[in-house]
C-alpha cells in the first residue's frame, strides 16, 4: 500500500517543520539545546523508547526506538540537529529563524540541511503510532548535535553504538539514493616569523610572505587532485578557506593563520593527508626560515555502498513502486556515513528531502512537494523494508 498525505496531514509535517526552524541550533555555539528537548518530548508523547545522551553539558544527542515484530533486525536513521550560522540577516529576505512558506518553498535555517528531513522522521513516527502500524523490524532514531563543526555528537554515539542492519543519513539528496560521498578533513596551519620595522624589512621573516608560499602550493597541489576521479564521489580536493594575520601596516607579520579544507576520496586517510601537507609545509620551511604548525580540526572519511547490495535494491525498489527515479547518485558534500560505516562496519545509504546546494545559504529552503514526498517514503521504508531474501 502506497502512503499519501492527506491535506491535514501536510499540514501537521508543515507544523513540525516550522517548529524545528524556530529553534536555533547553530552548531558554532553549542546551541542544540531546545531542538534536543523537542525531539526528546516529541517522542515521549507518543510513548516511544527515547533517551538523552550527554556530549558536554547542554548538548544531548536524542536516541529514539520504535520496536518492530522482529526486534532481531533494524534499521537506523542519523539526522543532526544543528545547523551552519545564520549568516547576514539584512540579506535574507525573512528571518531565518521565523519560518515562512513562499512560492511552495518553506524557508529558514535548517530548512534543506536537514529539520526538513528530521521534521519527516517525526511526523512518521507519529504516523505510524496513530495508525497502529508495526514495522517488521526495529526503528533506531539517532539524532546528533555538532555535525557542522567537530562531529562531537556522533563521536558520542560511537562509544557504544546500537547494532543495526542497514543506516540511513538523512542529508538532502532531493529523495534520491546516494551510494557514496567524499571525506573531509581541516586543518588549522599556523606560521610563524619574526617580526621587524618594515622600513627594515630585512631584518624579520615575514610570515604572510610564507603564507603566500603555502597557498600558491596548495593551489599546485588542488590542480593535481583534480585530474583524479572516482564513480560517485568525484575527484578529490584541497582549497585554502580563511587567512588572518600581521599586527600594524609598518610592522613585519611574525605570525600568519590558515585554514584549509580537504576532501578525500576512497585510497586517501587521515594520515596520508596530513603527510601531503606537511611535505608542503617543510620545503616552505626551508626556503622562508618560518616554522609551520600543523593542527587536524577535523576529519570524516569517506563512505560508500554497493549499489548492487540487497537492501540497496529494495530501497530503489521502494523509490520505483512510489514512482521515483532510483538511479544511485553520489553525495557531493561530506557527511557522516563515512565515520558510521567505519566504526560500526554497518552500510550507510545517503538519503533526504531537499536539494544539498540550497545547504549553508542566505534564504535556505526546503520545497513542500519535497518535504510531503520525503514523510511518505521515509514510511514506506521503514515500514516495508524487510531483512530477508525473499522480498516481493
Known sequence: MKIKLTNQERQRLLTIAEDLIRLESDSLYGSEKAVSDYIFQFFQKLQTEVQKQECTPGRDNIIARIKGTDSSHCTMYSGHMDTVPLGNLSRWTSHPLRPAVRNGNLYG?????????????????????????????????????????????????????????????????????????RGVMA???TIHGKSAHAGQAALGKNAIYAAAQVIASVKALEKELSKISQKYVGAPSITVTQISGGEKVNVVPDRTRLRIDRRLIFGENCFSCTKQLEEILKDIEKETGCAAELEVTTYCPPGKIDPDTFLFR????????????????????????????????????????????????IDEYISLDQLYKGAELYIQFFTKLNYTENFQ
Not at 135 to 152: A, G, M
Not at 329 to 357: H, W, Y
Request: glycine fraction near 10%; proline fraction near 6%; charge should be negative.
Open 187 to 189: 586543518f588549522t596551519v
Open 314 to 361: 529494495q530501497l530503489a525498489f521502494l523509490l520505483e513502486e512510489a514512482g521515483m527515479n532510483s538511479h544511485p547518485e553520489g553525495f557531493p558534500a561530506s557527511c557522516e556515513a563515512g565515520l558510521l560505516q567505519e566504526k560500526c562496519r554497518i552500510p550507510a545509504v545517503i538519503f533526504g528531502p531537499g536539494s544539498i546546494s540550497l545547504a549553508h545559504q
Open 109 to 181: 535555517r535548517g530548512s534543506c540541511d536537514m529539520k526538513g528531513s528530521i521534521a519527516c522522521t517525526l511526523f512518521a513516527a507519529e504516523y505510524m503510532r496513530r495508525h497502529g502500524l508495526v514495522p517488521n523490524h526495529d526503528i533506531l532514531f539517532v539524532y546528533d548535535v555538532d555535525e557542522e563543526n567537530q562531529n562531537l555528537g556522533l563521536k558520542k554515539y560511537l562509544g557504544s553504538p546500537a547494532p543495526a542492519d542497514l543506516i540511513l543519513v538523512g542529508e538532502p539528496t532531493n529523495l534520491r539514493l546516494n551510494a557514496g560521498h
